[in-house]
């Protein structure tokens, strides 16, 4: 019945929960991910879009046990500022977080709609589990930001939950939305984020160098057997897919295309 949990499940007999394929969308700061992401969410209604926990990381609140005139203090504090304010002090704790708060919205599971589609129902991540390793906390890595012994428990920990629940966070595709650095760095500042203010470009360059190693290049050492094969549908990213119709047309059909044949 269904209020079996999922781990008696066995293969032979799957749940419609399993038709439903994962898809993370990846490229550089300020590519457009979550534009594009929009736009695929329009497109069909057999794909639901999972967005990324971003305002989660600005706002985390704290409860203090000082108290001013008998009430309890709640701090709010910005997750994302501090890690660029100080990378030395923050990467650690932000990767921590970021990783932790994108596990939780990722095992949430489909919408009944989704379960219930006839066509090929998809849901579609902004990033993964896995560029918030092999992306991000790799560089801060390499950069020095995050030092041996974090690294070492960072790497162990995201292990023990991909082990754990990797059948319910395991993607069937990757979508690659690629572009230059200098053009992300023109829509950073675009955008205006404001902890991104003295995000400069050198660090753009190395985040699309890491993007370049895992999704093209498949140099990234990788720790788990099927992430290795998962397809990866590479989109030029600098194209205008957001005001030139005729460039959207085209990549919606490629991704119907791309999500058919999983
Ligand atoms: P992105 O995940 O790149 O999101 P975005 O809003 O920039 O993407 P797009 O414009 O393409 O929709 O990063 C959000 C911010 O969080 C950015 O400043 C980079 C930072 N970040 C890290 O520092 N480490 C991480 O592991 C992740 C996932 C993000």
Known sequence: SDSHPRFFLSSSSPKSEFRVKRVSIEGNIAVGKSTFAKLLQTACSDWEVVAEPVSKWQNIKSGSSKETHGSPQTTVSNLLQMMYKDPQRWSY?????????????QLQPPPPHLLNSEGTPVQVYERSIYSDRYIFALNMFELGCINDTEWAVYQDWHSLLVEQFGHQVELEGIIYLRASPEKCMERLKFRGRSEEKEVELDYLKKLHIQHEKWLVEKSTEIHFEKLKNVPVLQLDGSA????????RKQFISQVKSFFNAL
């Open 240 to 247: 205008e897919f957001l005001t030139d119709p005729e460039v």
């Open 93 to 105: 704790t932000f990767q921590t977080f970021s990783c932790m708060s994108r596990f939780r919205t």
